[in-house]
Structures are given as C-alpha cells and as structure tokens.
C-alpha cells in the first residue's frame, strides 16, 4: 500500500484535493476528523484534556471554543494540549492504516496540516502539498464564519510557511488555477505513485542513509 501525506496551510485548499484522491479510488484519513472524535463524549482526550484544562468540558466533550479561550496566544499551553493531542491521533492512525492494507487497499492520503511539524512526513511514501496565492488564501479563509484577520494569522504563525512546505514536497497541487487543473495534477500523482516502477524518494533516502531504515 502507498501512503501519501497529504498538507498545506490553512485555506490552500486540501479538503478539495482528497476529494479529488478519493474520486481516484484512494481511501482518505483527515487528521481533524480524528481529532472531532477523540473531542466527542467518549472520546480518549476528553479527560485529559479536561484535566489540563479545566472548564473546556461541556456535556462530556471538549468545547472547542472554550478550549481555544484557554490556550489564546500561550505557545506553552499549546504545546502542553499537542503533547496530550497528538499521541492518540498517531495511534488512531496507525491501526486504521493497518486495517486499510488488510483489506486490501492500495493507495491511502493521509490529510495532516501539521504534517511536517510533527514530524508525519517520516512515515510516508511521498508528501503532497497543496497550494494557492496567498491572496486566494486569505480571500478563502476571511469567508469563513467568525473568522478574524487576527486569528487568521494566530493560525498562520503556528505552520510551516508555504515556501517552506513547497520546498519540501515530493509534489504539489495547486487549487488557484481551479478544479479541473488540480484534478489533472491529482490525477498525475496517482499514476506516478502506483506505477509499479516507482520508487519511493523517502524509502530510498532512508535505505541508502547509514544505517537507514525504510520509514514503514
């Protein structure tokens, strides 16, 4: 099975681009997604979460707005909720992962905006970022209800500058030229990934780096 992960800053656009995988037959795994469910009652974070931060639970799930008053601008208090967040959101990931290769799947994407900040790009097979202008970007994001240029650029200072993720991709789509055209680059990246003769550029490296092991 191919693993991609899929990423880009906030309004770039990766909510079209994994429909548009998903059309092409891959399964899709939204990190956000995991986050709703370990935020629901039941869910593994809510008692941690809640005893981190205490009045961010309401009715036996994290109330999202509460919790984002909680953590304002403190970059300490961030991190503390990562630390809790994050470790389940990887394991949930890895067992659904494997649950796809043993039905038979051949292409997963993994859609993680934080992907290379938390270091997710070691444990695929080929990194995806999406993107657009910047001026589409905002045009995008300042649509969305209750939506501040201020928080706007909160969001902003906590990801990887798109320059930066662009340079770091194994490929790219960007959704400013419109669906069509990011449907033919998507289209693209399914070929080259599950043509046979492909190799992973990171299993490689990993493979030829001293005492490498391949990332999965």
Same mark, same amino acid.
């Given at each position: 099975?191919?693993?991609?992960?899929?990423? !880009?800053?906030?309004?770039?656009?990766?909510?079209?681009?994994?429909?548009?995988?998903?059309?092409?037959?891959?399964?899709?795994?939204?990190?956000?997604?995991?986050?709703?469910?370990?935020?629901?009652?039941? %869910?593994?974070?809510?008692?941690?979460?809640?005893?981190?931060?205490? !009045?961010?639970?309401?009715?036996g799930?994290?109330?999202?707005?509460?919790?984002?008053?909680?953590?304002?601008r403190?970059?300490?208090?961030?991190?503390?909720?990562?630390?809790?967040?994050?470790?389940?959101?990887?394991?949930?990931?890895? !067992?659904?992962?494997?649950?796809?290769?043993?039905? %038979?799947?051949?292409?997963?994407?993994?859609?993680?905006?934080l992907?290379?900040?938390?270091? %997710?790009?070691?444990?695929?097979?080929?990194?995806?970022?999406?993107?657009?202008?910047?001026?589409?970007?905002?045009?995008?994001?300042?649509?969305?209800?209750?939506?501040?240029?201020?928080?706007?650029?909160?969001?902003?200072?906590?990801?990887?500058?798109?320059?930066?993720?662009?340079?770091?991709?194994?490929?790219?789509?960007?959704?400013?030229?419109?669906?069509?055209?990011?449907?033919?680059?998507?289209?693209?990246?399914?070929?080259?990934?599950?043509? =046979?003769?492909?190799?992973?550029?990171?299993?490689?490296?990993?493979?030829?780096? =001293?005492?490498?092991?391949?990332?999965?």
């Amino acid at each position: 099975m191919i693993i991609l992960g899929l990423t !880009g800053s906030i309004g770039m656009g990766k909510s079209t681009t994994t429909a548009l995988f998903a059309e092409l037959g891959a399964v899709v795994w939204n990190a956000d997604e995991a986050v709703h469910r370990l935020y629901a009652p039941g %869910g593994a974070a809510v008692e941690p979460v809640g005893s981190a931060f205490p !009045g961010v639970i309401v009715d036996g799930a994290v109330d999202r707005t509460r919790l984002a008053e909680a953590l304002g601008r403190d970059e300490t208090a961030f991190r503390r909720l990562e630390s809790i967040v994050h470790p389940l959101v990887a394991q949930g990931r890895a !067992g659904d992962l494997e649950a796809a290769r043993a039905s %038979g799947v051949t292409l997963a994407v993994l859609d993680i905006p934080l992907l290379f900040e938390t270091g %997710g790009d070691a444990h695929v097979d080929a990194v995806v970022v999406v993107t657009a202008d910047p001026e589409i970007q905002a045009e995008r994001v300042l649509a969305r209800p209750g939506m501040t240029r201020d928080r706007f650029e909160t969001i902003l200072a906590r990801q990887l500058p798109d320059a930066d993720k662009r340079a770091r991709a194994d490929f790219i789509i960007d959704t400013g030229q419109g669906l069509d055209a990011a449907r033919v680059e998507v289209a693209a990246v399914v070929e080259t990934v599950l043509d =046979p003769a492909w190799i992973s550029p990171r299993r490689r490296a990993a493979t030829l780096s =001293p005492g490498g092991e391949p990332p999965h």
